[in-house]
């Protein structure tokens, strides 16, 4: 069990009340989940519905929010961001992810001022399918690398982040050696394999860069914070669009001549699983708000709380439904299928940072003990 000496109340903003343009925000990335996502979950999308998807998705205009506003950008924070993250879970996760999977990586380079490194004109092409930047999470203690990149529009221009001695490099994914490389699983239109991540295994970097950020945080660290960030918001997404199928379907199934929820013990495990989505939420958008002050130890924490609850909430919204048998076609399934690899990148994550302590960035010398 971790421990700190920082409470989350001293990262909590006075407000969660949210803006006109933040609310804005919210409501088309719902809308554009609810009518184009989670459908999905029931029915996977063909080629050309693929492609429709992504071409909706331009209207999100996500690389424009994320670009900082001296580039013509909106300079979207990571507690707003988190908040498109979880209205996006309403459809299956690594669909999600591979409209967003270079979010982290594009947080990263404007953080380090290394956005220049990917023609910033271009940079809706990293959300339409065209160019991508892979989800990356080293494991330091074998020297290995985790990707998860999207295997089904080979044509794209595949970039990942990668370690090296003097901080991190943007690299081209495919220049590896492939006898290193050993594939996991395929999720949907993805795939997730490990290799060793050592510089022969590297062509020529697009980029490099190891100065800390205006704070003193180091690139290996921030974009280990900002995965940890993306995947905690993509899981506690799940989480409370789960919660909100388990209400209606609860009132929907007859048993013994009554709605599910009428039952104690239904009404009771669903009220659980109310309380832990809430939790993580909040957790999530605490943490989210303080992203550029908060303790490695506090983001370790989340990483770990997440990944647990985000797999017993899963495993609990199958038996709430009536189990395997129940469920077949419906959310729960979907989700069963795939979430537990995102835990598990979570917790690769947690691994990873362990090697900065309980550091935390400079501001935050005034947080009492």
């Not at 999470?137 to 020297?143: I, K, L, M, N, Q």
């Not at 921030?222 to 909100?244: D, F, I, K, R």
């Not at 469920?327 to 940072?353: I, K, N, Y």
Request: aromatic share 6%; net charge negative.
């Amino acid at each position: 069990m971790l421990t700190c000496d920082y409470s989350l109340s001293d990262l909590t903003p006075t407000s969660w009340d949210l803006s006109d343009e933040q609310r804005a925000l919210l409501d088309a990335s719902e809308r554009f989940a609810r009518e184009q996502l989670e459908p999905l979950l029931s029915l996977p999308p063909s080629r050309q519905r693929w492609n429709e998807i992504v071409e909706q998705a331009r209207s999100l205009d996500l690389g424009t929010l994320i670009l900082p506003t001296d580039l013509g950008g909106m300079g979207i924070d990571h507690h707003d961001l988190s908040e498109i993250l979880s209205a996006l879970s309403c459809g299956p996760i690594e669909h999600v992810l591979r409209l967003t999977q270079s979010t982290p990586a594009l947080m990263t380079l404007r953080v380090h001022d290394a956005l220049h490194t990917v023609e910033t004109g271009r940079i809706e092409e990293f959300f339409d399918g065209t160019r991508a930047i892979a989800l990356t999470v080293p494991d330091f203690s074998t020297a290995m690398l985790w990707r998860l990149y999207d295997h089904s529009v080979p044509t794209a221009a595949t970039w990942m982040l990668a370690p090296i001695a003097s901080g991190l490099a943007l690299v081209e994914a495919n220049a590896r050696c492939s006898s290193t490389q050993t594939q996991i699983a395929r999720l949907g239109g993805l795939t997730l394999d490990q290799f060793r991540c050592d510089g022969g295994s590297y062509g020529i970097p697009l980029a490099t860069f190891g100065c800390p950020d205006a704070l003193g945080v180091s690139p290996t660290q921030t974009w280990l914070t900002n995965t940890a960030l993306y995947l905690s918001a993509l899981l506690s997404g799940v989480m409370q669009h789960g919660v909100a199928f388990a209400l209606g379907y609860g009132m929907e199934r007859q048993t013994f001549r009554k709605p599910l929820l009428m039952h104690q013990r239904a009404a009771t495990r669903l009220a659980d699983m109310l309380i832990a989505a809430q939790g993580t939420q909040l957790f999530v958008r605490t943490l989210a708000g303080a992203a550029t002050r908060a303790p490695t130890t506090l983001v370790r924490q989340l990483a770990r709380h997440i990944a647990a609850e985000s797999m017993k909430f899963t495993h609990e919204l199958v038996q709430l439904c009536g189990a395997h048998g129940y469920v077949e076609g419906l959310a729960p399934a979907a989700r069963m299928a795939t979430c537990h690899w995102f835990s598990m990148l979570l917790l690769q994550v947690d691994a990873a940072l362990e090697q900065f302590g309980s550091s935390a960035p400079s501001d935050t010398a005034g947080v009492r003990a």
